[in-house]
């Protein structure tokens, strides 16, 4: 059984489902104690805009029981921009002539100085997919260094297979975050042009993969801007509920990140414009209340400050997104951050709004 057998047991026509969709049902939604995915739909359709403010009520109440006032913080770490993949989407795609970068592993300490410097306790490393140039043994080493200065390594690289995945988690790595990029596959197939990437059925089964091998927590979600937002984000949650159900004792989390310019002067197709996405996050609080949302600084300042209690629990901060960036300006990223406060900052704002920020909540022993 995979996800895959979930996806392909819906034949939703989302147009009409909208336009029978009523008010009373949508009200029924929000409040019901058990949500069903067609709930989780209604809420996440436009005719739900209008009950915008209730469902963020409900949002930040179901937030605060399950998570309490507690933002918890993380940076993350680029290693390496080498990529066999052509992502149409990404500054590190293949397909970009640029200038590649992979850290020594004094470059990597370097960083990792900087970034605890500021408080940080929990990291998240990421590659491209090129296991040629950032073998195992490099990850590993990687692991090792970083222990050193962090409680917490989760990892954002290529999928792997659950034996490699193994390994990694008992070096210390104990999260794992994989987007789908797009639950559409015909769109998947037109974006991801060239390399491992292309499989839509590896990449889906990978989150599965990483529960397995015994990650921690598994972090998931959709790349907003390159299909239909609304079916990326309805099968999305049901990813996620479907993760939390077989797999118990992994913690599983989301990310809506929409898509920044990047190298390659990409343009997204669809747009998910800042009510829809503070939307969609309520939905999915509604829909499933003990799941993580994190957010990244994709999105700008003002936008990150007023989700804080409406739903999310994690967030980036001071982020970089080129290789070593915390040591060595200047060189390509991924893609462009929106918010580039310091870590003290954020620390500031989320005090300010009564929450408290959470730099450790786990210990590697
Ligand atoms: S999104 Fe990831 S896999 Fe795709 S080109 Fe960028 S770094 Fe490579």
């Known amino acids: 059984m995979s996800f895959l057998n979930v996806i392909e047991s819906y034949n939703i026509d989302f147009e ?13 939604s929000i409040y019901k104690e058990k949500k069903s995915e067609f709930d989780y739909l209604n809420l996440l359709s436009y005719k739900a805009g209008n009950f915008l403010e209730e469902m963020a009520k409900e949002a930040q109440k179901i937030t605060f029981q399950y998570f309490g ?11 390496s921009d080498y990529c066999t993949n052509s992502c149409i989407y990404c500054g590190f795609s293949a397909l970009n002539k640029i200038k590649r970068q992979k850290l020594t592993l004094k470059e990597i300490e370097e960083n990792a100085k900087e970034i ?3 408080g940080i306790k929990h990291i998240l490393f990421l590659t491209g997919e090129a296991p040629e140039i950032t073998p195992m043994e490099y990850l590993l080493d990687t692991v090792k260094i970083l222990k050193k200065y962090f409680s917490s390594i989760s990892i954002e690289i290529f999928p792997m ?23 559409d596959r015909k769109i998947y197939d037109s ?15 990978t989150p599965e993969r990483g529960a397995i091998a015994g990650f921690r927590r598994v972090n998931i979600g959709a790349l907003y801007g390159l299909a239909d937002p609304l079916k990326d984000a309805f099968f999305s949650g049901l990813h996620a509920r479907y993760l939390q159900d077989k797999y118990i004792d992994t913690e599983i989390s989301i ?5 920044n310019p990047a190298e390659g002067n990409f343009q ?17 609080r509604l829909f499933l209340p003990r799941c993580g949302i994190t957010i990244s600084t994709r999105e700008n300042a003002r936008m990150r400050d007023n989700l804080i209690g409406l739903g999310i629990t994690r967030m980036s901060a001071g982020s970089k997104t080129s290789v070593g960036g915390y040591k060595y300006d200047n060189l390509p990223s991924q ?6 406060r310091s870590v003290f900052e954020i620390e500031k704002v989320i005090w300010q709004k009564g929450y408290e920020p959470v730099f450790k909540d786990w210990h590697q022993f």
């Open 69 to 79: 006032k507690t933002i918890q913080l993380y940076a993350p770490l680029y290693i």
């Open 335 to 340: 893609f462009e951050i929106s918010d580039s």
């Open 255 to 259: 990310s809506f990140p929409r898509i």
């Open 116 to 118: 605890a410097k500021t």
């Open 161 to 183: 297979n659950i034996e490699d995945y193994k390994k990694l988690a008992e070096a210390g790595v104990d999260g794992l975050t994989i987007y789908q990029e797009t639950y």
């Open 191 to 205: 974006i991801h042009l060239a390399g491992k990437k292309k499989d839509y059925v590896f990449r889906l089964d």
């Open 16 to 28: 009409k489902y909208e336009e029978k969709l009523s008010f009373d049902e949508i009200k029924k």
């Open 268 to 284: 997204p197709k669809y747009h998910l414009d800042d009510k829809r996405f503070v939307q969609f996050i309520c939905a999915f």
